[in-house]
């Protein structure tokens, strides 16, 4: 298991660019399910999560071939075994996103239960109450769902609570269900309004997406497209955080600003300078000054759950108390432990955590227990006095691409020591975060 040595002290300058949307790129490879033709997407993440849908989709019989440029072909001409095997659930989440577009194509879909995870009880209930209500027969057997139906039937869907991915996958199943589909109280996400543009592309009726009512128009079939992923507004994020807690300059460019309006509007109230410098690039600077600020996790547009670890880390370098509460995920704290260990000053109480600051971090060994988790240390290591060492970065390999190679070229002093991979072959359990 690979380590990363850290270590702080030095303001980060120059540019950096974000990579393509990890949880866009999931659901639009998912979205191959779909068609018999082929998809083209561009603006792929080079980061562990897609290799791992490379191989939950190559072993239902798609071809799937991911290239060095960063993108990806994917061609489903036939589904040989419509199932998402156990070994690939546990280690991701996300492949829940399959039911959905495989019920809708293949008219059967067995999907492993993903089972307990490293941030909170994350059921699919809600993926599986909407499948319901368009028809599909459920069953749950040896810790798989299957879902069957000839062909899916419109619906009237109104989610109990508001879901991510739970609107993706029910949005892939209703572009191919007889009839019209209403959805209310759906997510709106960026990465949902970046699914519904690829699926227009492939010939689905979808209105509103963006939006909290989603009405799509069923069609027989889709074809295939070519689309490019938008880009990765957490990694965005975190590099917003990057230059603001090192007293750094950055551009981060390759960005959707309008995506990161929530968290730019906080760094900024935290006491960085953060302008929008080009259509596709911010600008941030921090002055050294942080003073405390409040965060409270919502859905899109508010503050997101992906970087309130990230901003916690933030805040132990400002002047006051910052109480961060998280709504989203019910155990999504698991990084205070490891900045305390740092010399963080944080209380936590049920959801909320209130941060004290300003505290000298101190370099440690700490243990990467999430993906965004993960983010979270690099932060506070790149200010820590001395060399930290990350355990466990294949957390963060899951969702951020070369991390390393990134934060070194504007000035971190941040390196990989390779480790050598388990004898047995296992992949590392990694608790399926996102
Ligand atoms: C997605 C993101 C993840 C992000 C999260 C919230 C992807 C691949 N992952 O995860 O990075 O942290 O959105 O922005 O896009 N819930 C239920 N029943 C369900 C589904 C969800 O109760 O059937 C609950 C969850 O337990 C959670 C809340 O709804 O408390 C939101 O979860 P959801 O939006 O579904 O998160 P994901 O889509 O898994």
């Known amino acids: 298991m690979d ?61 799937v071939e ?35 577009p495989l019920v809708a194509r293949a ?3 067995r999907v492993a239960m993903p089972g307990g995870c490293a ?4 059921p699919i209930d809600l993926h599986i109450k909407g499948l319901e209500k368009m028809g599909a027969k459920i069953t749950q057997e040896h810790g798989y769902i299957e879902a069957r139906a000839e062909r899916l039937k419109g619906a009237h869907l109104v989610f109990d609570k508001i879901t991510v991915t739970g609107t993706e996958d029910l949005l892939m199943a209703a572009v191919l269900a007889e009839g019209e589909t209403l959805m209310e109280n759906a997510a709106r996400e960026p990465e949902i309004m970046d699914l519904a543009a690829l699926l227009t592309k492939m010939g689905a009726k979808i209105a509103g997406a963006g939006s909290s009512t989603i009405r799509v128009h069923g069609v027989e079939r ?19 955080a990057v230059g603001a807690i090192t007293g750094g300059d950055l551009i981060v460019a390759g960005c959707e600003p309008a995506h990161l309006g929530a968290v730019a509007a906080k760094i900024q109230e935290a006491g960085a300078r953060v302008e929008t410098v080009a259509a596709d690039a911010i600008r941030v600077r921090g002055n050294g000054a942080l003073r405390g600020t409040d965060i409270s996790t919502e859905e899109y547009p508010g503050f997101p759950t992906d970087m309130q670890a990230q901003f916690m880390a933030l805040v132990t370098q400002a002047e006051g108390v910052s109480v961060i509460k998280e709504n989203i995920f019910e155990n999504r704290f698991m ?45 506070a290591a790149l200010v820590a006095d001395g060399q930290s060492v990350l355990d466990r970065v294949y957390h963060i390999d899951r969702g951020y691409e070369r991390i390393e190679e990134k934060l070194r070229s504007v000035g971190a002093k941040m390196e990989r020591v390779r480790t050598a991979p388990d004898p047995a072959g296992n992949p590392p359990e990694n608790g399926g975060e996102e």
């Open 335 to 379: 990084h205070v432990q490891e900045l305390v260990r740092m010399g963080a000053n944080i209380k936590v109480d049920g959801r909320t955590a209130t941060v004290r600051g300003r505290s000298q971090l101190s370099a440690a060994s700490v243990m990467c227990s999430d993906l965004r988790a993960s983010a979270s240390l690099v932060l």
């Open 66 to 100: 991911l290239t060095q440029d960063h993108s990806t072909r994917i061609r489903c001409a036939t589904l040989s075994d419509p199932v998402a095997k156990y070994e690939i659930v546990k280690t991701m989440r996300a492949s829940s996103l399959v039911l959905g």
């Open 107 to 109: 008219g059967l879909a």
């Open 3 to 63: 380590k990363f040595l850290v270590t702080g002290g030095r303001p980060l300058e120059g540019t950096i660019r974000v990579s393509g949307a990890k949880n866009s790129a999931l659901p639009c490879m998912a979205a191959a399910i779909l068609t018999k033709d082929e998809l083209i997407l561009e603006n792929i993440p080079q980061v562990k999560d897609i290799d791992t849908e490379r191989r939950l989709l190559a072993s239902m019989g798609a071809e």
């Open 222 to 240: 889709l074809h295939g497209a070519r689309h490019r992923i938008i880009p990765d507004r957490i990694e965005a994020g975190t590099f917003l």
């Open 119 to 122: 941030i909170g009880g994350r």
